[in-house]
C-alpha cells in the first residue's frame, strides 16, 4: 500500500443479544446482514468506518433480530487531503480501501465473538468474508471501472458461519 495508516480507536458503539429468539431446530437457518458506512475528516486526516452486522432467522422479519454488534473503527492516513476528488468526496486506492474494510471485519467480528461466548449464539461466530467482494458492493465507486468484474447477476460474496451456517447472505 505505501501509506502511513494508524489504527486510532475500535469502539463498540452497540451491542443487542435476543436469546429467547434461538431455536435449536434445524430448518431454522441464520442469514446475515452487514452494514459498513464511511465518513471521514480531512483535517485531522481520519477516516471512520462504522460497521454493522446482525443476525436474524432467514424464515424471519430481519427486524427480529438475534444478535446485533455496530463497531466504529478510526484510521489516522496521513496526508488524507490527497484523496479528495471533486463532485464524490474522497476516494482511495482500491487496496486501501479494502484493507480499511478488511480490519473493520475483522474487529467487527472479535468483539462480536467475545460477546456471544456464554450464551446460545457462542457458536455462530461471524464467518470469513472475502474483502475485496465486500467492499467492491459497498464502495463500487472506488474502483476504476476498468477494474470491475462482468456482472455475475449480483451474487453476493459467500460468508461462512459456525454450525448454524446461513443458506443466504446478505449484506
Known sequence: MGDNIYIKRIKEMSFLINEPLFSLETHNKF???IGVFLSFAIEKNLVILLTRVFYHYEDAPPDQIMV????QNVFEIEDLKRFIVEGNGIKFPPSLITSLVSLS??????LMAQR?????YQNNIMGIVNA????????PKMF???EKEPKKEDKKPKIKFGKNPPS???Y
Open 31 to 33: 442469514k446475515m446482514e
Open 68 to 71: 446485533d454488534s455496530t463497531v
Open 105 to 110: 471485519i475483522s474487529h467487527t467480528r472479535a
Open 116 to 120: 456471544i461466548i456464554g450464551t446460545v
Open 132 to 139: 475485496d467482494e465486500l467492499t467492491r458492493h459497498f464502495f
Open 144 to 146: 476504476n471501472e476498468e
Open 168 to 170: 443466504k447472505n446478505s
